[in-house]
């Protein structure tokens, strides 16, 4: 069956440009998940949907971060005016229930590069 | 201090070695640990859940040491395809924000 899916996979953008990052998660899956992954360092978690509510946001580093999965199913994490430090992989992951503990499938990741 | 703490290797071993790694957590209250393994520019996966009493699957055994704040995953004869970073991670209280992932553990398998 098909499993997380997100795009671009790769991303270039110059410093200032405005970015939009899509997960397409596992069909049914109630809980959608973004997390940052620096080079050499383990996910960060970024935000946290439990259908299309966004129940926490407090990993976001900065009010440029917005993210929305406004029909339950698809999110989009959107970056403004994107500064280097931005650069890092970014990966969606979903799980079936709304427990933290529930099993997290990842996506393959979008790599943003910011020249 | 970092939520979870790991030796990020890399730890480079012969084909059937028995290697170990261990990974510290700050919050005495973490509730739920897990392994995943992260291939070279790949999604992490789930490899396993960390029970108290300990588990294993197959040539991987899972423990956790709640006095000592660690868990600590054991790879018996190694694999050229166990080839990869294991991420440690706890989760402590409820909410998604208290899910913590390590820097992760470089293991290379080496013919």
């Known amino acids: 069956g098909a499993g997380v899916s997100q795009s671009p996979r790769y991303k270039v953008a110059k410093r200032g440009q405005d970015v939009a990052l899509r997960c397409d ?42 993210a ?5 199913s698809v999110s989009t994490l959107k970056i403004q005016r994107t500064q280097q ?11 079936l229930d709304w427990l933290y503990t529930d099993t997290q499938y990842f996506g393959p990741g ?3 590069t910011v020249l | 201090r970092k939520e979870v703490e790991q030796d990020p290797g890399p730890f480079n071993v012969p084909e059937g070695a028995t290697v170990a790694f261990n ?12 392994w995943y393994r992260q ?31 660690y868990i600590s995953l054991l790879i018996r004869d190694s694999k050229l395809s166990d ?17 913590f992932f390590g820097t992760g553990t470089r293991l290379t398998v080496i013919p």
């Open chain 1, 25 to 66: 998660p596992i069909s049914g899956h109630v809980s959608l998940f973004w997390y940052q992954q620096a080079l050499g360092q383990g996910p960060e978690f970024l935000t946290y949907f439990q259908n299309e509510a966004q129940l926490d946001k407090s990993g976001l580093p900065s009010d440029r971060f917005f």
């Open chain 1, 85 to 95: 430090e931005d650069s890092a992989v970014y990966l969606c992951a979903s799980s």
């Open chain 2, 39 to 69: 291939d070279c520019r790949k999604e992490p996966k789930l490899l396993m859940s960390v029970y108290s009493s300990g588990n294993e699957d197959g040539r991987f055994t899972a423990q956790l040491n709640r006095a000592s704040q």
């Open chain 1, 68 to 72: 929305e999965r406004p029909e339950g």
């Open chain 2, 23 to 34: 990974c510290t957590y700050s919050n005495s209250a973490s509730q739920s640990f897990f």
């Open chain 1, 110 to 112: 979008t790599r943003l």
């Open chain 2, 83 to 99: 080839s990869a970073t294991y991420l440690c991670v706890a989760i402590y209280q409820t909410g998604a924000n208290n899910l």
